[in-house]
């Protein structure tokens, strides 16, 4: 199959287009850097003509909310016009595990008009909602440091590797339509302030934890919302043995 993936340059793009090129399928990046600009469209009917699938694992470059629906569903009306035109038979779409329970979050509110501009547009689709990437940690330990310390909620998550996340997307592009979403996440239930003292034992560097309930994006989410029931399907890869094969 012709496999088109947009955002294929990134951190998960980049390893979707790796996997389906391994086995055996035309796996093309698509992004700016190669001409195609899903906001406006440009480059967009090019890129997806004689496509059988395209995958979306595009971010929106900002975290308001504002600015992030207006990029999630602008693009993704414009691949479901492209792909219509083209002849895609399935568009797959990375979102996030508990996106429809935190109504408080704006660029999570984005990612649900995101869902639903897919929903809506008449193409056979799958949903791919993973759970917080391992990569993010230290970003989201970075943006909560005051001096030394360390400032994070006790937020439950269940965490999982990008290369686990690129895999779910990948077996999903390769697969039937769900008509629906498939969760992911990793092996084992984690407390964000644990997490951040898991990192700085493997990787110390001056700083210390402190739990602060108020602390972050994340403060105050209840458990079960970001880490998916007891059915939700767990990767293998563990945040101790991730951290070690950097």
Same mark, same amino acid.
């Given at each position: 199959m012709r496999i088109v993936v947009i955002g294929g340059t990134g951190l998960i793009g980049t390893q979707v287009v790796r996997l389906l090129g391994d086995s055996g399928h035309d796996a093309v990046a698509a992004s700016p850097s190669t001409g195609v600009d899903t906001l406006s469209g440009q480059g967009l009917t090019e890129a997806l003509r004689g496509a059988d699938v395209v995958v979306d694992v595009t971010n929106s470059p900002s975290f308001e909310e504002d600015v992030a629906r207006d990029f999630f569903v602008r693009s993704t009306r414009n691949q479901i016009a492209a792909g219509q035109e083209t002849g895609v038979r399935h568009h797959v779409a990375l979102s996030i595990i508990g996106v429809d329970r935190l109504p408080g979050i704006g660029y999570y509110r984005a990612k649900v008009a995101q869902e639903e501009a897919l929903r809506d547009g008449g #193409? +056979?689709? %799958? &949903? &791919? *909602?993973?759970?917080? @990437? @391992?990569? @993010? #940690? $230290? +970003? #989201?330990?970075?943006?909560? =440091?005051? $001096? =030394?310390? &360390? *400032?994070?909620? %006790? =937020?439950?998550l269940r965490p999982i590797a990008s290369a686990d996340v690129a895999r779910a997307v990948a077996d999903a592009a390769q697969g039937q339509p769900l008509g629906n979403f498939r969760e992911i996440a990793g092996p084992e239930l984690h407390r964000l302030d644990r997490l951040g003292e898991i990192t700085l034992a493997a990787r110390p560097d001056g700083r210390t934890v402190v739990t602060d309930e108020n602390a972050g994006l994340f403060a105050g989410v209840p458990d079960g919302i970001l880490t998916g029931d007891e059915t939700v399907e767990r990767a293998a890869t563990r945040y101790e043995d991730w951290l070690k094969q950097d």
């Open positions: #193409v +056979p689709y %799958s &949903v &791919v *909602r993973a759970a917080q @990437f @391992f990569e @993010f #940690v $230290g +970003p #989201v330990m970075d943006m909560g =440091t005051q $001096g =030394t310390e &360390v *400032r994070l909620p %006790s =937020t439950q």
